[in-house]
């Protein structure tokens, strides 16, 4: 039976999403005016992690400091990454998906597979299949998607890539030659920079270029495993599933795919933040504590990396999950290679009152569990838009002071 797969990609999705919680609240489309994702607004710190059509119009570059994005453009509007808000956009829209299609992969934070063989008898169209998800998207979330259709997932991949935004685009097997032959070889899927330049340098520029090529020379070129693989998508060739969610390891997890690859360590330190704030506060929600931390990245030539902290005490502090996160990061990456994924795991987890009390009280510790209580209190009373953590603060006892400002704040305000 001939394959139908689906490719749904989110457009600009940090910044749509963005815009689209601001439009819901009467507020100015960001899509409209020059305006950008990252850093922290106020200190004018950090770096560019989306930005609009009309912020690019100006040069703005994802990865570049928001200082030299704001000397470029002095009124680009810039707001701080919200990760809540981009998690709950991400599963929404797959919600939507999930109803039209019986298998759906999620990617990445703006990306999923569907896989709609065998659904003729319900969708004997399936380009108004996908018109009709991708416009239920818009329509009822506020933002767009592009999605590509074709009979594997490298080809549903490269057709949701074509023109954007808001579009549906076909490529199946019989296209190939047509439509994805005549394109540069660095738009084929997982080509990177550098494999690109040695592929351009045997004169293999375009993706029929690789096509045609004898594998074996391929492979002499960029290696064995990686020539075969390339080889394979330029014909338009790709067995692998759709899957499900994968398993949940037995613990906590963690993981956001960036829209855009992390090239910066100020950007992977931002986003550990986020990431270490959200996985610890639900741990101490259940409360349970763990032993081990562990960091993934994954390159944007998809191989993953981890690596592993054993501790001494169990813990669920943010500042400290930080921390060690951090320093594995800091382990693994090589401070060059585009990051496509990064995420933390916190494994050999126990309950705490099945804890052993320390001798020893550490101060620093108490201190920080108190900071994080306060946090998760007014996030169940309020939402967890009340506090946002992470991205602005750079150091442990910045953490402590701020919250202790913003809480006398809200008391002030006699909430
Ligand atoms: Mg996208």
């Known amino acids: 039976m001939e394959r139908l797969i689906f490719h749904i ?128 998207i818009r329509d009822t979330l506020g933002f767009t998607v592009n999605v590509g259709i074709g009979n594997n997932k490298v080809l549903a991949k490269m057709a949701s890539d074509f023109e954007k935004p808001d579009k549906v685009h076909t490529l199946f097997k019989t296209d190939i030659e047509k439509k994805m032959w005549p394109l540069d070889i660095r738009q084929l899927f997982t080509v990177g920079a550098a494999t690109a330049s040695k592929l351009e340098k045997a004169h293999i520029r375009t993706i029929g270029d690789l096509a045609l090529s004898d594998l074996r020379y391929v492979q002499s070129l960029i290696g064995v495993k990686a020539g075969i693989q390339l080889h394979n998508y330029a014909n338009g060739t790709d067995e692998s599933p759709v899957l499900s969610e994968p398993e949940e390891p037995k613990g906590y997890s963690i993981s956001t795919t960036l829209e855009e690859d992390v090239k910066t360590a100020d950007n992977a330190f931002n986003i550990l933040h986020a990431l270490s704030d959200s996985v610890s506060a639900r741990m101490r929600a259940d409360g349970v504590r763990a032993f081990c931390i562990g960091v993934t990245i994954r390159s944007n030539d998809f191989k993953n990396r981890s690596h592993q902290k054993k501790l001494n005490e169990p813990t669920d502090i943010t500042s400290e999950i930080y921390a060690i996160s951090r320093e594995l990061f800091s382990e693994l990456w090589d401070k060059r290679t585009p990051l496509r994924l990064i995420g933390i795991s916190l494994t050999d987890v126990t309950k705490r009152e099945e804890e052993q009390m320390s001798l020893f009280v550490d101060e620093h510790k108490e201190k920080e569990r108190q900071v994080d209580k306060a946090v998760d209190e007014i996030r169940n009373r309020f939402g967890s838009d009340m506090i946002m953590r992470g991205s602005s603060l750079n150091s442990t006892l910045n953490v402590g002071k701020k919250y202790k400002a913003e809480l006398e704040n809200r008391k002030g305000d006699n909430i």
């Open 9 to 136: 990609d989110v457009n600009s999705a940090f910044l749509s999403w963005e815009a689209a919680k601001r439009v819901a609240e009467g507020m100015e489309d960001l899509r409209l005016v020059p305006s950008a994702v990252g850093g922290d607004p106020k200190k004018r710190t950090g770096v560019i992690l989306a930005k609009s059509i009309p912020a690019k119009r100006f040069g703005i570059k994802t990865g570049e400091p928001v200082a030299m994005a704001l000397r470029k453009c002095p009124a680009l509007v810039l707001v701080k990454p919200d990760f809540v808000l981009y998690n709950k956009c991400s599963k929404s829209f797959m919600d939507i998906c999930r109803k039209y299609a019986p298998v759906v992969e999620k990617y990445s934070i703006d990306e999923c597979f569907l896989d709609m063989s065998g659904t003729k008898m319900i969708y004997p169209d399936p380009i108004a299949a996908a018109y009709e998800i991708k416009n239920e």
